[in-house]
């Protein structure tokens, strides 16, 4: 039952719901749960926060305790980036994958059965899908994040992910407007710039957002970029000619409107989050995500009193704060209908019967059971296993002999960006090691490493993994060196395939989500009397 407390005026009610912050811990603190009782009326979920599936449950059931439509948000795209698996590898390719398979049919299928697993541990409001279109290669923090480089291909696959999701119940987020994908620079650092022009933009930054819009995506999230077409002075996240003129008049837009942390370095660093979070929502926002880096009372209170002190000095409009927070209120009464509903449909609460065989927060994926998605489709449990096997890419060497033995493993591991940060392991060691036993698997980080690993390996077979080797100098050069000293080695691209394949066998699996490496590990030991793909 939604409980407000009496002396919290409405206008500190309304500050407090455009906020979405996030907290440390697997239960929530008791600041969090008065903030929900004041008005709070969303929550951030990140890895921090889950543990087990029964933990997951519980937490989730002692927010809706406080306010029954509380909006539990999470950023779980699957593949690289996920929080609910952040301890084991996502049980879902990411949209690089989906793109490279282009099956609409099966990112729908892919996205309802996350979103199934998102909604029975009580999570309704998922930060997926990204919509950039990868333009850039060089791009730090997109690259398998986005289902691709054509915007045709990224906009007919946003718009089957959002269906898919919202077809479980999960309200979507295309993100991150007006387009991260021609960017060089991460704007969790500094704040990147775009300069092309409006009629490049629309043919190919905004085309999948019109189509994520066109299909009814509930929430667009703002990237934190400047792009001078639309907006010389301000980055889109504080733009209203951005997010007010552009996004809700002339794309149409009427759904929620979410920034992207405002703790990023874009906007922390030239706004700080106080004035940054009051721009916002001056120029549109309706919701200030918050609490990747900043997650505590302190953070949700400056924010508070200072939206509230700027609607009090006239710098922002109460109309305007109100509107926002009706949004908010207007999105967590769709996702408790869909609850509901579903309640009915099931027999149980969204909570309940969560079940893992790997310690995460959602069922692995591993069984054979299926769900209903739209139109009667049944979806199987295992979909994402199914999705990750399609998307391999296979290029065989002249004179490859397959691997009949345990090989090495040598991962060459790049710096992490924070959106997929580095807890979640990444690789195929483990995977190979079942179907070929005694398989050793070593981590290098320089391109001095080639040495090493050929000492690791001694005589075994050599596999390498990299992880866009196109943007990383240091491996390209171990690759190299490791090549020349052994030609029969195996290359395992597990980032964007865009460095020419070579190797005795090349497998590009177009994301390094744990299911990935399965596909690929099979891959490795499959019988190539067959033509292969790729």
Partial sequence: MTTIASETDTLTRDALTVLQPGF????????????????????????????????????????RAEREDVLVAI????????????????????NHALGAVDDVDLTHDVAYELGRRLAECGINFNWAPSADVNSNPDNPVIGVRSFGADPALVARHTAAYVQGLQAAGVAACVKHFPGHGDTAVDSH?????IDVDTDVLAARDITPFRAGIAVGSLAVMSAHI?????????????????LTEYLRGELGHQGLIVTDAVEMRAIAGAYGIEQGTVLALSAGADAICVGGGLADDETVRRLRDAIVAAVRSGELPEER???????????????????????RADGAGSADGVASDSGSGVDSGSGVASSQGAEGRAVPRDIGLTAARRAVRVTVGEGFEPLTSAPYVASFAPVANIAVGDETPWGLGPDLADLLPGTETGTYTDGDAAERVLEAAGDRRLVAVVRDEHRHAWMSDALDALLAARPDTVVVEMGVPQATPRGALHIATYGAARVCGRAAAEAIVADRSEPPRG
């Fill in 24 to 63: 440390p811990g697997t239960t929530a603190p008791d600041w969090l749960l008065r903030r929900i009782g004041e008005g709070l009326a969303s929550v951030g979920l990140f890895g921090r926060n889950i543990a087990t599936p029964e933990q997951m449950a519980a937490l989730t059931a002692q927010l």
């Fill in 75 to 94: 950023d779980e795209e699957g593949g690289d980036v996920t929080r609910l698996e952040v301890k084991d590898g996502s049980s879902f390719p990411g």
């Fill in 189 to 193: 650092h500094a704040l990147p710039r």
């Fill in 226 to 242: 400047l792009v001078p077409a639309l907006d010389p002075e301000r980055p889109a996240t504080l733009s209203g000619r951005i």
């Fill in 321 to 343: 704060l109100h509107d926002a927070a009706e949004r908010v209120r207007g999105l967590a009464r769709w996702t408790r209908t869909r609850a509901r509903t579903a309640d």
